[in-house]
T-cell receptor, first 113, second 115 residues
Framework: EAGVTQSPTHLIKTRGQQATLRCSPISGHTSVYWYQQALGLGLQFLLWYDEGEERNRGNFPPRFSGRQFPNYSSELNVNALELEDSALYLC????????????FGNGTRLTVT | GDSVTQMEGPVTLSEEAFLTINCTYTATGYPSLFWYVQYPGEGLQLLLKATKADDKGSNKGFEATYRKETTSFHLEKGSVQVSDSAVYFCALSGLSSGSARQLTFGSGTQLTVLP
């Protein structure tokens, strides 16, 4: 089966611009999670979508937002980019049942200059 | 809230050495516990998991046992290989409101295995 796919692989933006990152979950998975992996800071939880609804968000400002589409794919938007938003953004999906594990994509490397 | 404390790295071992990466957690209820591995330039891959106390997860020669009494889930491998060089993350899936299925990660441990 195809894994979680993320696009683009790399994204370079300037401060103040907006970035849009995309994620396609594994077929049959209804939950999508976004994590930020900044250098030296580990993985920080950003957002969780399930069945098209935002279920939870981490401790990030409102300029980080997203949505989940009817086909369960998801988009993460970051507005008014700041230099410290430079990071690897990882998307994960799960079947949404019980203790089903998260399956991760290879990430989008966002660089803000 | 939920938290995971992981052994700080980096860890450097010779091939065939024994590996232990310590992981302890704080959570309400009975979380599920996971180890993920991240190879250079890639996303995270699930290495093993355990969903209840005393469960042992194992995969590719790696093992970890869910110890509720010590709130620990240490990762072990008897003989590491150069190909095991990666960053290892301990994680838990909490049961507190709103976070039933999201993961809380430790800070990661960089492992380098030398030939």
């Amino acid at each position: 089966e195809a894994g979680v796919t993320q696009s683009p692989t790399h994204l370079i933006k300037t401060r103040g611009q907006q970035a849009t990152l995309r994620c396609s979950p594994i077929s049959g998975h209804t939950s999508v999670y976004w994590y930020q992996q900044a250098l030296g800071l580990g993985l920080q939880f950003l957002l969780w979508y399930d069945e098209g609804e935002e279920r939870n968000r981490g401790n990030f400002p409102p300029r980080f937002s997203g949505r989940q589409f009817p086909n369960y794919s998801s988009e993460l938007n970051v507005n008014a980019l700041e230099l410290e938003d430079s990071a690897l953004y990882l998307c994960a999906s799960s079947s949404g049942t019980g203790n089903s594990p998260l399956h991760f994509g290879n990430g989008t490397r966002l660089t803000v200059t | 809230g939920d938290s995971v404390t992981q052994m700080e790295g980096p860890v450097t071992l010779s091939e065939e050495a024994f590996l232990t990466i310590n992981c302890t957690y704080t959570a309400t209820g009975y979380p599920s516990l996971f180890w993920y591995v991240q190879y250079p330039g890639e996303g995270l891959q699930l290495l093993l998991k355990a969903t209840k106390a005393d469960d042992k997860g194992s995969n590719k020669g790696f093992e970890a046992t869910y110890r509720k009494e010590t709130t620990s889930f240490h990762l072990e491998k008897g003989s590491v290989q150069v190909s095991d060089s990666a960053v290892y993350f301990c994680a838990l899936s909490g049961l507190s409101s709103g976070s039933a299925r999201q993961l809380t990660f430790g800070s990661g441990t960089q492992l380098t295995v030398l030939p």
